[in-house]
């Protein structure tokens, strides 16, 4: 995930503008200033209203995980090989254990050590950095608000809590410290962990998440970004009002909330490169008299 929006990560940390994309900071700091955290950070990883979303999240994935364990779902909330989101079909569930997928990364933990350190050198967001990150930031990241709760429930209630993240499987023993320093237990590189190297879908997670369907039935998935879920909202052909539709259209409906739960992430996304005519429509034009 990291790799494939390093672009909208970098811009955004440095607080640049650019074709799309409005100042986040007041005013560009001089060379010698220290750089200011920018409106997205602020908002993600400071503010009340975000720990109170993220907790809202966490506290309605517990409470339908709980409810489908007593239901015996037919089929898990990953789509079967081959399935669009315009007639989704789903893995079956048998009499397979239950499980939940998480991505990782501004999903159960925030990344606040490599975060800050990026940000505050204006420094776009650099795979070297990352790379180490990912193999030394045990401690430096945090698991987000009522993440540890939830993830306890679920433990509780019998469910496997799987970590899909494109975090590298060559770094896999940090990823694994990362989760277990956060709070959030143990997770085992093949087992209860999937990274990207794992399979030659690359930043894909769709194989991944086929892979833990087959041992699994999935009955929550949680992420950030729409890929976590199919990477048919990955898709660059998109254009961006169809992108929208596909994730709002009549059968995604059916799924947020209801297996599909989504964190708000606004530090950074494939929606970084959106211009003013993808964000305001022709008929919304206006000015004072």
């Given amino acids: 995930?990291?790799?494939?929006?390093?672009?909208?990560?970098?811009?955004?940390?440095?607080?640049?503008?650019?074709?799309?994309?409005?100042?986040?900071?007041?005013?560009?700091?001089?060379?010698?200033?220290?750089?200011?955290?920018?409106?997205?950070?602020?908002?993600?990883?400071?503010?009340?209203?975000?720990?109170?979303?993220?907790?809202?999240?966490?506290?309605?994935?517990?409470?339908?995980?709980?409810?489908?364990?007593?239901?015996?779902?037919?089929?898990?909330?990953?789509?079967?090989?081959?399935?669009?989101?315009?007639?989704?079909?789903?893995?079956?569930?048998?009499?397979?254990?239950?499980?939940?997928?998480?991505?990782?990364?501004?999903?159960?933990?925030?990344?606040?050590?490599?975060?800050?350190?990026?940000?505050?050198?204006?420094?776009?967001?650099?795979?070297?950095?990352?790379?180490?990150?990912?193999?030394?930031?045990?401690?430096?990241?945090?698991?987000?608000?009522?993440?540890?709760?939830?993830?306890?429930?679920l433990r509780a209630a019998g469910v496997t809590v799987i970590a899909n993240t494109n975090r590298s499987a060559a770094n896999a023993e940090g990823a694994e410290a990362t989760l277990r320093a956060a709070g959030l237990g143990e997770f085992r590189h093949g087992e209860t962990l999937f990274l990207a190297g794992d399979d030659a879908g690359g930043s894909s997670k769709d194989g991944r998440r086929s892979a833990i369907a087959s041992k699994y039935c999935v009955i929550a998935m949680a992420g950030d970004q729409l890929g976590d879920f199919s990477q048919q909202f990955n898709d660059k052909a998109l254009a961006p009002a169809a992108r929208i539709a596909l994730a709002t259209g009549p059968a995604a409906a059916k799924l947020w909330n209801r297996g599909w739960f989504l964190f708000p992430n606004p530090v950074y996304g494939p929606w970084d490169r959106l211009g003013w005519d993808d964000l305001f429509p022709s008929d919304t034009a206006w000015e004072p008299k």
């Fill in 1 to 153: 995930m990291r790799r494939a929006l390093a672009l909208s990560l970098g811009l955004l940390l440095a607080g640049c503008a650019s074709a799309g994309h409005a100042p986040v900071a007041s005013a560009p700091a001089s060379p010698t200033e220290p750089a200011k955290p920018t409106t997205a950070l602020q908002y993600l990883y400071g503010s009340a209203e975000a720990a109170v979303a993220v907790r809202a999240v966490n506290a309605r994935i517990a409470d339908y995980v709980a409810e489908r364990v007593k239901q015996r779902p037919q089929d898990s909330v990953v789509l079967a090989p081959g399935a669009s989101m315009d007639a989704p079909r789903f893995e079956p569930c048998g009499d397979k254990p239950f499980a939940a997928v998480f991505d990782a990364d501004e999903t159960l933990i925030w990344n606040l050590g490599a975060t800050r350190y990026m940000a505050e050198r204006r420094i776009a967001f650099d795979p070297k950095i990352w790379d180490s990150w990912e193999k030394t930031g045990a401690g430096a990241a945090k698991a987000m608000p009522g993440t540890v709760e939830m993830v306890t429930a």
